[in-house]
Structure formats: structure tokens, C-alpha cells
């Protein structure tokens, strides 16, 4: 079961920050440790490195209990780059982006696409614009498989997929 759990890096919707620094939030439950050049390009590919920049004391900068001192969309990106630098074989983000704009989401996924290519993404969310750039989309209601495909072959044989995408861009593709 432990070989299991170390395939897989996992960031929910709903992060946690915990007291301490940036780097101490990022390096949490490893054994080794991490060069800050790691840290960095973590944080690059989480579409966090120019916000950190900012900070006063960079890596070190101080991270009160749960975050509170950063937004929700900077807590999710520093937990994406948590489990970016895992390097685990899957890395599923269950509505991790739900925070993100719509392009920093967009540039946070494809730099995990190209600089991760040995790694299965498994994206969990509501958002059709999310799922866009999947190979593969599973539509599911309560449970239940509806529809399976590529958000062209969605936009073609699944109505719901269709309705759902419309009403979230307001026109149809």
C-alpha cells in the first residue's frame, strides 16, 4: 500500500498551509533534501515563482497556520508545487485550479505537460476550459459514466458535455 500511495501526488481543492516558510511547506514529508534550484523550478511550473519572488525572504518568507497571509489561488499553487516536485508517476488534481484564473491555469497546465512527460495527469473539475487540453475526459453525473471522450468528440456526442460547455462560455463551440 505504501508503494502505492508514493505513485501518487495529490492536491485537493481545499489546501492546507501549515506554520512555517515557503520552503518548509514545500519540502513537507520528504526524506531528501531539496536543492533550492528544485524549489524554484517547482515553482516556476506551478505558475508561482514571480509571487514568491516578491516575498520578503523568498523561500524563507513566513507562512502563517493555514495560509492565511496568501490567497486561495496562491495556496493551490504553492500545493501544486508540492506535488510537482514529488515527481510521483500520477499526479491528480482534484479541482486544484478551481482558484486560478483561466489563463494562469492554462499556462500552469501545459508546464506541467511539458516539463513532467513521464507523468499521468488525472484532472478532476468542473470547468470545461480545464479539460480541454485532456486526451481523455470522463463525464460523470452522481456517480454514474455518461460520456467518454476528447472535448472535441464531447462537444459532437454528449448534449449534457455540450450544455455544460455553453453555459460556461456563454456560446456554443
Given at each position: 500500500m505504501e508503494q502505492w500511495r508514493s505513485w501518487i501526488a495529490y492536491v485537493p481543492?481545499?489546501?492546507?498551509?501549515?506554520k512555517g516558510t515557503i520552503r518548509s511547506n514545500l519540502t513537507l514529508g520528504f526524506n531528501q533534501e531539496l536543492s533550492d534550484q528544485q524549489l524554484w523550478q517547482?515553482?516556476?511550473?506551478?505558475?508561482?515563482?514571480?509571487?514568491?519572488?516578491?516575498?520578503?525572504g523568498l523561500l524563507d518568507a513566513q507562512v502563517e497556520a493555514g495560509g492565511r497571509n496568501?490567497?486561495?489561488?496562491?495556496?493551490?499553487?504553492?500545493?501544486?508545487?508540492?506535488?510537482?516536485?514529488?515527481?510521483?508517476?500520477?499526479?491528480?488534481?482534484?479541482?486544484?485550479?478551481?482558484?486560478?484564473?483561466?489563463i494562469t491555469e492554462s499556462k500552469l497546465l501545459k508546464a506541467i505537460r511539458e516539463n513532467l512527460p513521464n507523468t499521468s495527469l488525472i484532472l478532476i473539475s468542473q470547468r470545461t476550459s480545464t479539460l480541454q487540453m485532456a486526451d481523455q475526459i470522463l463525464l460523470l453525473e452522481k456517480?454514474?459514466?455518461?460520456?467518454?471522450?476528447?472535448?472535441?468528440?464531447?462537444?459532437?456526442?454528449s448534449q449534457v458535455?455540450?450544455?455544460?460547455?455553453?453555459?460556461?462560455h456563454g456560446k456554443e463551440d
Open positions: 481543492q481545499k489546501v492546507e498551509l501549515f517547482a515553482l516556476e511550473i506551478a505558475q508561482t515563482k514571480d509571487f514568491v519572488s516578491e516575498k520578503e496568501f490567497s486561495g489561488g496562491q495556496k493551490q499553487r504553492l500545493s501544486i508545487a508540492r506535488a510537482v516536485l514529488r515527481q510521483a508517476p500520477f499526479l491528480i488534481l482534484d479541482d486544484a485550479t478551481s482558484a486560478l484564473d483561466t456517480g454514474e459514466l455518461l460520456a467518454i471522450g476528447n472535448h472535441e468528440e464531447l462537444m459532437k456526442s458535455y455540450h450544455e455544460i460547455n455553453a453555459s460556461q
